[in-house]
C-alpha cells in the first residue's frame, strides 16, 4: 500500500474519534467507534505478506465483531426501556417518566454497554490477551 492510503486510514480512524467525543445519541456512539475501529482493523493488517499480521488482523477484527454485537445488544435494552428514545437526554427522561430506571433492563443493558466497551478497548486486565500483540510498534502505539 502507498502513503496516502496508510494516512487516509489514520486520518479516518481519528475523525471517527472525534466524532465519538461529541456523540449524544446511540447511533452517533455506535457508528464513531466503529469508524475507528474499521481503520484499525485496516492499519493492523497493513503488512499483507507477514503472518504474524494477517494473523492478528483476524483475531481483531472477529474480538471487534463480538464486542460490536454486545454494545448493539446492550443498546438495544436501554432504547427499549427507555419507551424508543435514541438521544441520551430524552433516555434519561423517558427513563425516569416511565419510572424504569431501577428496573432489570437497565441492569442488563448497562453490562451488556460495559462489557462491549470494554472488549473495544481492551482496559488494563486484559491488556495481555489483546489481539495486536504482532502488529508494528508504531501502530501499536496509535491503537
Known sequence: MAITEFLLFVLTATLGGMFSCGANDLITIFVAPECF???SYLLSGYTKRDVRSNEATTKYLLMGGASSSILVHG??????SSGGEIELQEIVNGL????????????????????????????????????????????????
Open 37 to 39: 475501529s474499521l481503520c
Open 75 to 80: 443498546f438495544s435494552w436501554l432504547y427499549g
Open 96 to 143: 425516569i417518566n416511565t419510572q424504569m430506571y431501577n428496573s432489570p433492563g437497565i441492569s442488563i443493558a448497562l453490562i451488556f454497554i460495559t462489557v462491549g466497551i470494554g472488549f473495544k478497548l481492551s482496559p488494563a486486565p486484559c491488556i495481555r490477551r489483546i489481539a495486536v500483540r504482532s502488529i508494528n510498534s508504531y501502530l501499536y502505539i496509535y491503537l
